[in-house]
Structures are given as structure tokens and as C-alpha cells.
């Protein structure tokens, strides 16, 4: 007779030994993560990794000052004012139109643009 507690099927098989070596590798890695030195080193590694970000940004900005471009910072002002003017913009473009109604002239928005004069092939072959 065939024994039932082992399956007879490989991918079954595959499955189980699988879900063993994740269960014993959760296990290492709780009992090495839940201890101080594990919680000191990962301290350690992101003060370094901060210290490393903040010393290519300030390299980046001395080469980009030498270099007579804008900083990441620029720019970013540059956008903000871009967006302020374009708000702006679009606040007297609505004041405008308000006007415009209250005066009864047509807004330059609602006007239709000029007359289409080409047609598309299916539009000629159908209108022939």
C-alpha cells in the first residue's frame, strides 16, 4: 500500500517544501530583526544614507552653480510662479467673460473658429 501522508504529486511536493523554507526563513529573519544590534545597524546605515544624500545634493548645486544653471530649487520657484501667473490668467480670463455677458458681446471663447473646408476621404467618396 501506498502511504497517505505523503503526497504523490511532485508540484505538490515543490509546494510544501516551499512553504517549510519560507516559514524557517521568517523565522530567522524575525529572531535577527528583533534584536538591538539589527535595530542599531539600520540606524547606523540610514544616518549614513542621509548623510550621503545631503552631500551629492550640495555637490549638485555647487557643479550646477558652476556650471551658470538653475538649482533644483530654481526651477521649482520658476514652476510656482508659472502656475501663480497662469491661475492669474485664468481668473481675469473668467472676469472677462463675465463682463462680456453682462454687456451682451460674445465671448471670444464661445465664438466658433472658421468654416472647415476639407473633408475626409470617407466624407468625399460618400458625398461623389
Known amino acids: 500500500m501506498t502511504d497517505q501522508s505523503k503526497p504523490s504529486d511532485?508540484?505538490?511536493?515543490?509546494?510544501?517544501?516551499?512553504?517549510?523554507?519560507?516559514?524557517?526563513?521568517?523565522?530567522?529573519?524575525?529572531?535577527?530583526m528583533g534584536t538591538d544590534?539589527?535595530?542599531?545597524?539600520?540606524?547606523?546605515?540610514?544616518?549614513?544614507?542621509l548623510t550621503l544624500q545631503k552631500g551629492f545634493a550640495e555637490v549638485m548645486a555647487r557643479q550646477l552653480a558652476?556650471?551658470?544653471?538653475?538649482?533644483?530649487?530654481?526651477?521649482?520657484?520658476?514652476?510656482?510662479?508659472?502656475?501663480e501667473l497662469d491661475m492669474r490668467v485664468a481668473r481675469m480670463e473668467l472676469k472677462l467673460e463675465q463682463i462680456a455677458r453682462a454687456v451682451g458681446v460674445?465671448?471670444?471663447?464661445?465664438?466658433?473658429?472658421?468654416?472647415?473646408?476639407k473633408r475626409s476621404p470617407s466624407a468625399t467618396v460618400a458625398g461623389a
Do not use: I, Y
Not at 511532485?10 to 535577527?32: I, S
Not at 544590534?37 to 544614507?49: G, L, T, V
Not at 460674445?106 to 473646408?117: A, F, H, I, L, W
Open 10 to 32: 511532485p508540484a505538490e511536493r515543490f509546494r510544501e517544501f516551499v512553504t517549510e523554507w519560507e516559514r524557517g526563513f521568517d523565522a530567522l529573519a524575525n529572531r535577527v
Open 106 to 117: 460674445e465671448s471670444e471663447r464661445r465664438k466658433q473658429g472658421p468654416p472647415r473646408t
Open 66 to 83: 558652476a556650471a551658470d544653471l538653475p538649482s533644483p530649487e530654481d526651477v521649482l520657484r520658476v514652476g510656482e510662479a508659472v502656475h
Open 37 to 49: 544590534e539589527f535595530s542599531r545597524a539600520m540606524n547606523q546605515f540610514q544616518n549614513m544614507q
